[in-house]
């Protein structure tokens, strides 16, 4: 399945499993805030409207 | 129609919502691809080996690295001269990316250098620079996170990313007086001659393309992210205020 | 302008004004190097420049927060914004009087000091010369790094991880000015480019610094 990469194999496969982790950290550290931001922004925006007079 | 319709956060965050499901697909498909076709599909380079397949990841992530800064500089700029919201949070949004990517450079380049030049860590111009934007990036996060008025935090850090900039290009010159390198010279240049053969140049390019698109895929997503949390403080302030 | 510099320098001079200890620093840091690589001459002397430079930037470092965190408690900065001279000149003041309490010490004791690290004798004038010339220049980021982080509560740990990447082509040039001086070289080169920096940096940064102090002042 992997192509020969001869006495270099370690190098290749860290170095491309090291970028794809932090590839990987920094999308899955993005989507997890955005997301737990979203759900507050709602949250508060649905009491706020609940509220009655003050809502945007 | 004009570009800085987008300075408006309901416009920018309606068009980017919009956008963004075709972005990440292009961005991870232009990945999937370019790295696919970079690991199994190119042959080895006659000097270097196997390890040629490093530089799938390590020049888009190096060029990333640069031009997450320069974007930060435009959008720095932008906030300075015409006070869009959106510009200044689109700058704090892209300063983790950019940080990701110098560490994904520097990790690639010490992984590669081991075995090429017998040492992880060399001080190298190149090598160095990349350093010292890294603590340029991880100083401007600092700032940002440490100031709690979001206006006062927008101005600062984009006084420090302008003056961050010039010092940035005086430390580059200055690395390169204080010691000559090791890193070979441009790889992807437009000038055919010094280029390398399409064999590899053309993956490398579908890299660079996932790379970028991946990057704006993003800051996009963050700058919408740091939208809805500025509203959130907003609305936590109006709701303290009226109790 | 003058009483200004000249009460910055008064207060600084005074008991407890933080006058000396940048120069005590320096004292201890260098002591400090050949207990911690072992005493061979040999090895010293190749290192004094560079160590003798980077005590310098150190006890720079370290006496910034004290360069505009009084000012700002006590609400002088306020009177001085609303001052008829203009905030830019202000900061140059206030960069320069620092220079005066903080660098000028360490280029002259920069040679006492040199003795003890075995510096080579053809070392000493360019040394000197390149602190005499880079030091303002440290002073002047300073004040930058200072502004910045001028409001908040916390801010001597971020002024350092902020100054710090802006002192390197400083810290570079002058290095290599006095290790090329120490090893017989000619240190021309470097100390021009040197004073550039210094030329430069005095003349564009405190406008950013001027900047800087405003919006924290707003």
Redesign the interface.
């Known amino acids: 399945m992997i192509p020969d990469l001869g006495k270099y194999t370690d190098t290749v496969l860290w170095s491309y499993a090291a970028s794809i982790a932090l590839l990987v950290g920094v999308v899955v550290a993005t989507l997890w805030r955005g997301r737990k931001v979203r759900a507050e922004l709602r949250r508060i925006e649905a009491r706020m409207t609940g509220k009655g007079p003050g809502n945007a | 129609m004009s570009i800085w319709e987008y300075a408006n956060p309901k416009k920018f965050l309606t068009t980017t919502e919009r956008a963004l499901p075709w972005l990440w697909a292009l961005a991870i498909a232009c990945l999937a691809v370019g790295l696919f076709w970079g690991f199994f599909l190119t042959p080895d380079d006659y000097r270097m080996g196997a390890t040629v397949k490093i530089f799938y990841l390590h020049v888009p992530s190096a060029l990333m690295a640069i031009n997450a800064w320069l974007m930060m500089l435009v959008a720095s700029l932008i906030w300075l001269i015409r006070r869009h919201h959106v510009s200044a949070l689109a700058a704090r949004a892209a300063a983790p990316v950019g940080a990701t990517m110098t560490v994904i450079a520097l990790v690639t380049g010490a992984i590669w250098g081991q075995p090429m030049w017998g040492t992880w860590w060399e001080w190298d111009p190149r090598l160095t620079s990349f350093l010292i934007l890294f603590l340029f990036y991880l100083g401007y996060m600092a700032l940002w996170a440490a100031i709690d008025n979001p206006d006062t935090a927008a101005d600062l850090t984009s006084i420090l990313c302008l003056v961050g900039s010039v010092f940035a290009l005086l430390s580059r010159y200055a690395v390169n007086f204080w010691n000559q390198g090791l890193h070979q010279g441009a790889s992807m240049s437009l000038d055919k001659k010094e280029n390398v053969a399409d064999v590899f140049w053309l993956p490398a390019l579908v890299c660079i393309a996932g790379f970028l698109l991946l990057f704006v895929a993003l800051v996009l997503y963050r700058t919408g992210t740091e939208i809805r949390a500025r509203r959130i403080q907003a609305l936590q302030t109006r709701e303290r205020a009226a109790a | 302008m003058i009483a200004l510099f000249l009460r910055d320098l008064k207060l600084a001079l005074r008991a407890g004004g933080g006058f000396g200890l940048g120069l005590a620093f320096f004292l201890i840091v260098t002591v400090l190097v050949p207990f911690s690589i072992g005493p061979g001459t040999g090895l010293l002397s190749r290192i004094a420049p560079g160590v003798l430079w980077l005590g310098a930037l150190l006890a720079c470092l370290l006496s910034l927060d004290r360069l505009l965190a009084l000012d700002w408690e006590d609400g002088t900065l306020d009177l001085l914004a609303t001052a008829p001279i203009p905030l830019e000149a202000v900061v140059t003041v206030k960069a320069a009087a620092h220079w005066v309490t903080t660098g000028l010490p360490l280029v002259i004791a920069a040679p006492v000091l040199g003795v003890l690290l075995n510096l080579s004798p053809e070392g000493f004038l360019p040394l000197v010369t390149s602190l005499a010339l880079g030091t303002p220049a440290l002073s002047v980021i300073g004040t930058?790094g200072a502004a910045?982080?001028v409001?908040?509560k916390r801010?001597g740990l971020?002024l350092s991880?902020?100054v710090?990447?802006?002192y390197?082509?400083t810290l570079?040039?002058g290095a290599?000015a006095a290790r090329r001086g120490a090893e017989g070289l000619d240190p021309a080169t470097?100390l021009l480019?040197l004073a550039g920096?210094t030329a430069f940096v005095a003349a564009l940064?405190p406008l950013?610094s001027a900047?800087?102090l405003r919006?924290?002042l707003?």
């Open positions: 930058f910045l982080t409001g908040l801010g971020l991880l902020l710090l990447p802006l390197v082509p570079i040039f290599e470097p480019l920096i940064l950013a900047a800087v919006v924290n707003r």
